[in-house]
């Protein structure tokens, strides 16, 4: 019977003195998985082999410090993420609060306490896994909005546009980045609901009729249904997106004819960001307008199609707008 090893989180332990190493060493190596490196270049060797979960970095090196090692990796795209704990001897708040300053996560006085190690690595190694969870997480909403886009012959370009134009106006509106980033993160899912949407209808290349329209619009309700229930606070706010963002300012929108501030003012940033992405993307069906005409038809529906308080802002951000469409251009 074939066993399954279970994974262990892999930490690098740094060190210039061999029994500082067997000390964690002994601390650590029954719940993790470890690798050791006893000056700054060879760690920095190693990092670039493999990518550890966690560092556990000495200060007081020859060669390279701790500090230049900390430094060289924060400087680095692809090991910036890493969690660095120094375990030094050094225990001057001047010391420690550089520590903190070039990116370190955590600062640990030698010599060590066994149960101090652990709790610290524990609390770190949860931190790296719920990052890992939630960038995961972000990763699969985007997708599955890009999924619905490419049913409607998209290619996916104009969720992550969209979505990053509902995240300028979001701020210059007032948000916190937060609370801005989680919109944009649930803007993507806004037309989720058109997976339900026949193909028939979904790709017809002239007018619908109204049967073909009442059918369509069903596609808030679908994504709703879709994302109900949901725990996750990002899914909620996902979930209200989809079922709001067709609804207008003067209450003629879908599906359930919501007026001025009844329409959550999530749904009524992700309209007007999805309103110009439209407007200025080429389709099958129609050129792309030049920006003038698409902000010229933004302001006429201020009040109508649109709250009123939004159409500034855009027009505000929208050099940040427009260098977000060049970025994730067709």
């Given amino acids: 019977m074939t066993t ?4 262990q989180p892999r930490i690098l332990i740094v060190d210039d003195e061999p029994t500082n190493l067997r000390v964690l060493r002994q601390v650590l190596q029954h719940d993790y998985a470890l690798s050791f490196a006893r000056s700054g270049k060879d760690a920095l060797a190693l990092i670039a082999k493999e990518k550890p979960d966690l560092i556990l970095l000495d200060i ?5 410090t701790g500090l230049e090692v900390c430094q060289q990796l924060k400087a680095r795209p692809d090991s910036s993420h890493i969690p660095i704990i120094f375990v030094t001897a050094l225990q001057d708040p001047d010391d420690e609060a550089r520590g903190f300053d070039i990116g370190a996560v955590d600062y640990i006085i030698k ?3 066994p149960s101090t190690v652990l709790a610290r690595v524990k609390t770190h190694i949860s931190l790296v896994k719920a990052d890992e969870l939630r960038a ?3 990763d699969l909403i985007e997708r599955l909005g890009r999924a619905a886009e490419y049913k409607d012959n998209e290619t996916g370009l104009h969720v992550q546009r969209m979505s990053r134009y509902a995240k300028i106006i979001a701020l210059g509106y007032g948000f916190d980045e937060s609370t801005a980033n989680e919109l944009m993160m649930a803007a993507p899912m806004h037309d989720i609901g058109k997976i339900g949407i026949a ?3 979904l790709l ?5 009729t109204s049967e073909e329209f009442s059918e ?3 596609h808030t309700l679908i994504g709703a249904e879709i994302l109900a229930n949901s725990k996750s606070r990002l899914i909620q706010l996902a979930h209200t997106v989809a079922l709001t963002h067709h609804e207008k300012w003067d209450g ?6 919501l007026k001025g501030d009844e329409i959550p003012l999530a749904g009524r940033i992700v309209a007007i960001a999805d309103i110009f992405d439209a407007l200025t993307s080429a389709r099958p069906y129609k050129e792309a307008w030049p920006v003038e005409e698409a902000i010229e038809f933004i302001n006429e529906q201020s009040g109508k199609h649109i709250d009123p308080a939004l159409p500034p802002i855009l027009i505000e951000h929208l050099p940040e707008i427009l260098r977000v469409k060049l970025a994730f251009s067709d």
């Fill in 199 to 201: 193909d028939k209808i």
């Fill in 60 to 64: 007081m090196m020859p060669e390279i």
């Fill in 216 to 218: 369509m619009k069903t």
């Fill in 252 to 257: 003629t929108g879908y599906p359930n004819g």
């Fill in 111 to 113: 010599p060590i306490v």
């Fill in 136 to 138: 995961t997480h972000i």
């Fill in 4 to 7: 399954i090893k279970k994974y």
């Fill in 204 to 208: 017809k290349p002239g007018k619908l």
